[in-house]
């Protein structure tokens, strides 16, 4: 079973205001993505790391999300300013290897509604 | 641009019976190919993973096989039960040495006893 941890699993916020939430990858895994799950399901890459360091990001992401992966301290990612289009299940992922045919462990996700 | 196509959005099946999940893809690279299950309010998790073409790959009863001739890689089962009801996201990673992953829009899997 997958050991990713994020926090908080539910989230309500404003229009406007700023959202956080965090991850804690599996112990040992370099790598870490994010990515928004709409209410349809559909799955959308926002950015990920390769230990502190990003690889790729969207250009979404580039605008009013930001993230990081500090060196021994959760994972984040963060709306600066909330729109309602923001509202989705937030995933963080996190996998052990470099390549591509490495399996992604996902966390349970946090529901962000914007009010 | 690479992409995953799963046409089924729902498909609902009885207890028993063998269910094939659609997944083909497109991508101008050589493709690694998977299937993750999401159960409701779960985090998805690997299913199948492949990267030899027409070689099957099973786990759990579900088995897949890679066709890079027709660019599918089909999720099946013999006999479905009800703990199979979830959501089947077929994904892709090109091949390309980076670290992009391609979802495709999922299949919701209803199964009634």
């Known amino acids: 079973n997958s050991k990713v941890i994020q926090t908080p699993r539910y989230l309500v916020k404003g229009q406007g205001q700023k959202a956080k939430m965090r991850c804690i990858p599996e112990?040992?895994?370099?790598?870490v993505f994010w990515y928004q799950q709409n209410k349809n399901n559909e799955f959308k890459f926002l950015i990920n790391?390769?230990?502190?360091?990003?690889?790729?990001q969207i250009d979404m992401t580039e605008k009013r999300f930001s993230a990081e992966c500090p060196s021994n301290s959760p994972c984040s990612l963060e709306i600066q300013s909330s729109e309602a289009g923001d509202s989705a299940l937030y995933l963080c992922a996190s996998s052990l290897d470099w390549g591509n045919y490495a399996e992604q462990f996902f966390g349970p996700g946090t529901r962000l509604t914007v009010l | 641009g690479d992409s995953v196509t799963q046409t089924e959005g729902l498909v609902t099946l009885t207890k028993g019976l063998p269910v094939m999940l659609n997944c083909t893809y497109q991508?101008?690279?050589?493709?690694?190919l998977f299937w993750y299950v999401q159960h409701l309010n779960e985090a998805p998790k690997l299913l199948l993973k492949s990267s030899t073409d027409n070689k099957r790959t099973e786990h759990q009863g579900f088995y897949a096989t890679l066709h890079k001739s027709s660019s599918s890689f089909h999720l099946q089962k013999s006999s479905v039960q009800l703990s199979d009801s979830a959501l089947y996201f077929c994904a892709l990673t090109p091949g390309t040495g980076g670290y992009k992953v391609v979802f495709g829009s999922g299949t919701r899997l209803l199964v009634s006893p």
């Open positions: 790391f390769q230990n502190q360091e990003v690889l790729q």
């Open positions: 112990k040992g895994h370099p790598v």
């Open positions: 991508t101008t690279y050589s493709p690694f």
